[in-house]
């Protein structure tokens, strides 16, 4: 079992069976039933002690370094396909976040056209109702005012109807950018206790319903994103009208130490996929992320949008998410650790305590040149042994031995020391019927 003949066979075995999902019990358990046979059994015979290095190459190098070999392929494969399946998973999460924030986004924009169409089809209405009621007008005239007074309130009532199919329950009802505007949400924010420094370039008067929306919108959640997440900061507002497009700065400070903790992501990111959705249907582009320590949403809202950039496309499928990714090639960095470490420090302890005994062994089995000097051809065996060390050196020269009837030869070593020139070196003494017959030292 010790031929290293076996290694090949047995790491080829070790590993296959390494290689089998489960659990590693029924494995490792007999493994170490016979490690451990092995390791109290070569003590208790020594004439197998120079088998120690075999034994110890077999059980390491063609039993335990394959089997950890195979465990961590296994453990490799499946850390591989559970990672990519959990960034799967993120990501379609992740995407069902994005498209619910970007239904919500498109339904309360539909409220806001409901309320600007609805306004003016009202007012339409209201006019034709005042020209059938005009004195001088036709009967021809007077009923087709009256035809779209009725057509104009019969779409005011349906855009409602659609509206309402729109809007979520529970959703709140956005205020009018009209009435408030950003004058009047700075100044709620500050009656609020939020620290706002607000600037705005240019004129407002022109602007198109849908960038007027919008800027308002940006500006509002991003103050509710300073007070809810960096609370004490200060919050600076600054919105450039141009010709062509209007731009909205909302940046905020750090946090104050005493109010909370520190800006960061916000969570959940609804309300910042809902103002990106927002933006882009009004045909502009919107950035946010950390700055300076505190955190910062950009917006540029152009007033001429006439066709909006298309949604973008979302990820493909099995894409990997590097957090996921880092954190399993980090768990199959450890597994390989331990494949490398645990066969090398068990074949480190093993070859340590081997050595270890045959130097006690070795030290037992030394005869002491003095005591060597003092024996005599013809001596019986019980004066004999009284010179003699507890047991015999396990190293035989390859000298042959002696033959004879009755002839028995003993080995004793010069030194125990394996950096003395005479390792290796052994006295051999022969008996014939009790009889020393025979004594010399024999070298390599």
């Given amino acids: 079992m010790v031929s290293l003949w076996w290694v090949v066979p047995t790491a080829v075995a070790a590993f296959l069976a390494g290689r089998r999902p489960g ?11 016979i490690l ?5 059994a070569l003590p208790l015979v020594p004439a197998w002690l120079p088998l120690a290095s075999r034994f110890v190459t077999v059980v390491v190098a063609g039993t335990m370094l394959p089997w950890f070999a195979g465990r961590f392929w296994c453990q490799y494969q499946q850390l591989v396909r559970a990672g990519w399946e959990r960034a799967e998973q993120l990501q379609r999460e992740q995407r069902l976040i994005v498209d619910q924030a970007r239904l919500r986004e498109r339904a309360r924009i539909a409220q806001d056209m409901h309320d600007v169409i609805g306004h003016d089809l009202s007012l339409i209405a209201l006019s034709a109702g005042a020209l059938k009621l005009a004195p001088g007008l036709d009967e021809r005239h007077r009923e087709a005012a009256g035809d779209i007074r009725a057509r104009a309130a019969a779409a005011v009532e349906r855009l409602g109807e659609v509206i309402g199919v729109l809007r979520e329950e529970g959703d709140d009802t956005l205020p009018d950018p009209g009435s408030a505007g950003l004058a009047g949400l700075t100044a709620g924010a500050v009656a609020a206790g939020l620290a706002v420094e607000s600037r705005v370039e240019g004129t407002a008067e022109d602007l198109p319903p ?14 509710t994103n300073v007070a809810k997440h960096a609370p004490g900061a200060t919050a600076t507002v600054r919105v450039t009208h141009t010709a062509a497009e209007t731009r909205v700065v909302v940046e905020n400070g750090p946090p104050s130490p005493t109010a909370g903790p520190p800006p960061g992501p916000r969570s959940g990111g609804r309300g ?25 949403v950009v917006a ?15 990820a493909a499928a099995g894409g990997e998410l590097p957090r996921e990714h880092r954190r399993a090639r980090r768990r199959v960095g450890r597994a390989l650790v331990g494949t490398i470490m645990v066969p090398l420090v068990t074949g480190a302890l093993l070859s340590g305590a081997l050595i270890g005994w045959e130097t006690l062994s070795a030290a037992q089995s030394v005869l002491d040149p003095r005591d060597y000097a003092r024996l005599r051809v013809g001596q019986n065996r019980s004066e004999v042994e009284r010179l003699l060390p507890d047991r015999q050196t396990n190293h035989r020269p ?36 009790d009889t020393l017959v025979s004594f010399d030292a024999l070298t390599p």
């Fill in 36 to 40: 451990a046979a092995g390791v109290v």
């Fill in 398 to 433: 390859l000298t042959p031995e002696p033959t004879g009837d009755g002839m028995t030869c003993e080995y004793y070593a010069m030194t125990a020391d394996r950096f003395d020139d005479r390792s290796g070196d052994a006295y051999r003494l022969c008996f014939r019927e």
């Fill in 300 to 314: 540029r809202i152009p007033h001429d949008a006439s066709s909006a950039p298309p949604p973008p496309a979302p």
């Fill in 210 to 223: 849908v960038v007027r929306a919008a800027a308002h919108r940006v500006v509002r959640e991003a103050l």
């Fill in 23 to 33: 659990r590693a019990a029924p494995t490792l358990l007999p493994l170490v039933a």
């Fill in 272 to 296: 910042l996929i809902g103002l990106e959705e927002r933006v882009r249907l009004a045909g502009g582009s919107f950035e946010h992320g950390p700055r300076g320590g505190g955190y910062a």
